[in-house]
Nanobody, 123 residues
Framework: VQLQASGGGLVQAGGSLRLSCAAS????????MGWFRQAPGKEREFVAGISWRGGSTYYGGSVKGRFTISRDNAKNTVYLQMNSLKPEDTAVYYCAASRTLVAGISPLEYGDWGQGTLVTVSS
């Protein structure tokens, strides 16, 4: 499975961005999907996850209420809508396919990773 993340860019604090992650090679409709981020000098952090049919979603504490994860299995794509962005949201954002039907918070639960897309939030 190849995962291609896109939609990153430069935005002012308080603004919004929508990230997309398109999968190719096979369907990922039976995988949980997640978004992680990594800022310079920091560990990779769980941002959001969604179960295989989208019935369950999970969020990291720092983004809850501001970010929304969704998926369209017909398009083999997962999205991350990011609102009320803050400078501390600046990071490279990665999408990943879980090894199971659900989406855990540990990177070890994910077997396929995209290349990452940079999000920069200016103050």
């Amino acid at each position: 499975v190849q995962l291609q993340a896109s939609g990153g860019g430069l935005v002012q604090a308080g603004g919004s961005l929508r990230l997309s992650c398109a999968a190719s090679g096979r369907t990922f409709s039976r995988n949980g999907m997640g978004w992680f981020r990594q800022a310079p000098g920091k560990e990779r952090e769980f941002v959001a996850g969604i179960s295989w049919r989208g019935g369950s979603t999970y969020y990291g504490g720092s983004v809850k209420g501001r970010f929304t994860i969704s998926r369209d299995n017909a398009k083999n794509t997962v999205y991350l809508q990011m609102n009320s962005l803050k400078p501390e949201d600046t990071a490279v954002y990665y999408c990943a396919a879980s090894r199971t039907l659900v989406a855990g918070i540990s990177p070890l639960e994910y077997g396929d990773w995209g290349q990452g897309t940079l999000v920069t939030v200016s103050s």
